[in-house]
């Protein structure tokens, strides 16, 4: 847990004790763990001189903060009303058939999390599949495999013993 806590000094220091650094804060915190550790928010809050509670207002309150540990890997599928009526949903659960996992899940080995998302803002490319922030439109189901395969882990969460 020191090194942990070291991390978060670290990553505070780069940014500064401004409270507007908050998120810029919280988000590179998240990149480091790929969530958001209790005890890191704790860490954030008595350097930054910040009540708790607001830290973790903050943390709650965007989307793109998780406090449970994700996968280094995350893939988001649109879930959006416009992606839906395209098999949106369907791409869902061929992720969750070659991963094994339902959405809000993480594979046992930490690599992948699944997760569907509101609306991204790409309505007229959808359905619409997101992994490590990069953009795939107009995804077909048997274009998922391919997509996924090339990030680290895939075979071994693929592997149906």
């Known amino acids: 847990m020191e090194t ?29 763990f790929h969530y958001l550790p209790r005890e890191a928010l704790e860490r954030v809050a008595e350097k930054m001189q910040l009540p708790a509670i607001q830290v973790y207002q903050v ?6 903060f998780s406090l449970k ?16 009526v395209q098999e949106g949903a369907t791409l869902v659960e061929k992720v969750g058939q070659l991963l094994r996992l339902a959405p809000g899940e993480t594979t046992e080995d930490g690599e992948f999390t699944l997760e569907t998302t509101n609306c991204p803002g790409s309505c007229p490319l959808g359905p619409v599949m997101i992994v490590d922030g990069v953009y795939h439109s107009r995804v077909a189901v048997n274009q998922v495999d391919q997509i996924i ?10 592997r149906h013993d």
């Open 4 to 32: 942990e806590l070291a991390k978060v000094d670290s990553i505070i220091g780069k940014h500064g004790m401004d409270r507007r650094a908050l998120i810029s804060v919280l988000l590179d915190i998240q990149d480091e």
């Open 69 to 84: 540990p994700r996968g280094k890997h995350l893939i988001s599928v649109c879930a959006g009303t416009a992606c839906h």
């Open 59 to 64: 943390a709650r309150f965007y989307k793109a």
């Open 149 to 158: 395969q090339p990030h680290a882990g895939y075979e071994e969460a693929t």
